[in-house]
């Protein structure tokens, strides 16, 4: 079954203003990855948490392998963060074998 | 640097006809690599991994095999193809934890 729920499946956002990106899991998960699809389908590194958070620039991550969860948090959003995001969490079960979630499809609105 | 390399970019083949897509990765000796697949509209799952030349370990039953005939090539094949292996096919490599993908190949089963 699924395994990694992510939400919201869509986000709008003016300028400058900033939201959460949320997945949670079914099970422990040992790590989790974020990414961007670029324009081609292919997917752009953000982050690999295996505990903690992580920030870069704008954008920042947090992963609790006990509460089954992580979150990007995406502040004073631009039209070029525009896009779609998606987790990919591995258990330590099945090291190597990400779980994506479905995405969130985000818009930068003016 | 280490990069990745996906060919064809894109496909277009015939039901029950034959299929090799290509990954290489350059720069990183030793790479854990993976298949992954994506639905037009669906989730992106693992289908295949190989921690080392030779060794290829099945995650999904797709039709499909995989092979690593040398330490920076993997391929994914099949003799007959049907209508729902269309998508993208995407290739990853890890040095161990993080995952990073290739530019991928659109393929469409017609």
């Known amino acids: 079954g699924d395994q990694v729920e992510q939400s919201p499946s869509a986000l709008s956002l003016h300028e400058g203003t900033g939201s959460a990106l949320r997945c949670n899991f079914t099970?422990?998960?040992?790590?989790v990855q974020w990414f961007r699809k670029n324009s081609r389908g292919s997917l752009i590194n953000l982050f690999y948490l295996a505990s903690g958070t992580k920030e870069n620039g704008r954008l920042k991550s947090a992963f609790d392998s006990k509460e089954r969860y992580s979150t990007l948090h995406i502040r004073d959003a631009q039209l070029e963060d525009s896009g779609t995001y998606f987790c990919?969490?591995?258990?330590?079960?099945?090291?190597?074998?990400?779980?994506f979630g479905a995405g969130t499809q985000l818009i930068v609105i003016p | 640097a280490q990069t990745i390399h996906q060919w064809p970019v894109a496909e277009i083949k015939a039901v029950g006809s034959p299929l090799s897509l290509g990954c290489t990765i350059k720069?990183?000796?030793?790479?854990?690599l993976y298949w992954y697949w994506q639905a037009t509209g669906g989730t992106l799952q693992q289908l295949f991994y190989?921690?080392?030349?030779?060794?290829v370990e099945s995650v999904v039953q797709l039709n499909l095999s995989a092979s690593r005939p040398k330490d920076d090539q993997f391929i994914l094949s099949t003799e007959k193809l049907l209508l729902s292996h269309s998508g993208f096919y995407l290739c990853?490599?890890?040095?161990?934890?993080?995952?990073?993908f290739g530019p991928g190949t659109r393929l469409t089963v017609l």
């Open positions: 720069g990183k000796s030793s790479p854990n």
């Open positions: 190989s921690i080392t030349v030779g060794q």
């Open positions: 099970t422990t998960m040992r790590a």
């Open positions: 990919a969490a591995e258990r330590g079960s099945a090291l190597g074998r990400l779980h």
């Open positions: 990853a490599w890890s040095p161990g934890d993080e995952q990073y």
